[in-house]
């Protein structure tokens, strides 16, 4: 007659487990399978002339096909002011929401000051500082926040297994 959602005869919904330690062992079984890394939350630093560069970074982070795969907390418009106190209370909020600051450098970065201040302010803060390559040319020079704290900045270039284990390990050792 109608669906209660009862089944009768002893079958059960899970895998076949008729008794509870059955059902039990199922449960430990699946609690001991390999679980997913926890998605990161990532606050992307760069200079405005990159943003091209950026938001196919973000694109990839999106596709599920891709290694790379973060939560983007980074500013996806700029702050509509002069302020630049205002401007750092926003960004400060940005990074204390994230676990890792990634700092994408080209060939012109070392000359923002914003980018210099997100990364000290990141690591003011305690997250966890990558810096990707994603110029053309291996020897670009680093921001000098970057520079003056090497032991605590892992500088990687543009593979996505590279970030991605990167981002990871400096969440974990923040």
Do not use: C
Not at 83 to 112: C, F, M, P, W
Not at 135 to 142: A, G, L, Q, R, T
């Amino acid at each position: 007659m109608g669906g209660s959602g009862y089944v009768s005869g002893g079958g059960s919904f899970y895998g076949g487990a008729s008794n509870v330690k059955e059902l039990e062992d199922v449960a430990k079984k699946e609690l001991q399978k390999e679980t997913p890394t926890t998605r990161r939350k990532v606050f992307v630093s760069f200079r405005h002339t990159d943003k091209k560069m950026i938001d196919f970074l973000r694109g990839q982070a999106k596709n599920e096909g891709s290694e790379l795969d973060f939560i983007d907390m980074s500013l996806k418009v700029p702050f509509n002011s002069e302020n630049a106190e205002y401007i750092k209370r926003g960004i400060r909020a940005r990074i204390d929401q994230s676990s890792v600051t990634l700092v994408a450098v080209s060939e012109d970065t070392h000359k923002s000051d914003w980018v210099n201040w997100e990364v000290e302010e990141s690591l003011k803060r305690g997250k966890g500082v990558v810096v990707v390559n994603i110029s053309k040319n291996n020897n670009v020079k680093m921001p000098a926040a970057v520079e003056s704290n090497r032991d605590k900045i892992k500088v990687v270039a543009w593979k996505h297994k590279d970030i991605m284990d990167a981002v990871d390990e400096a969440a974990e050792n923040r």
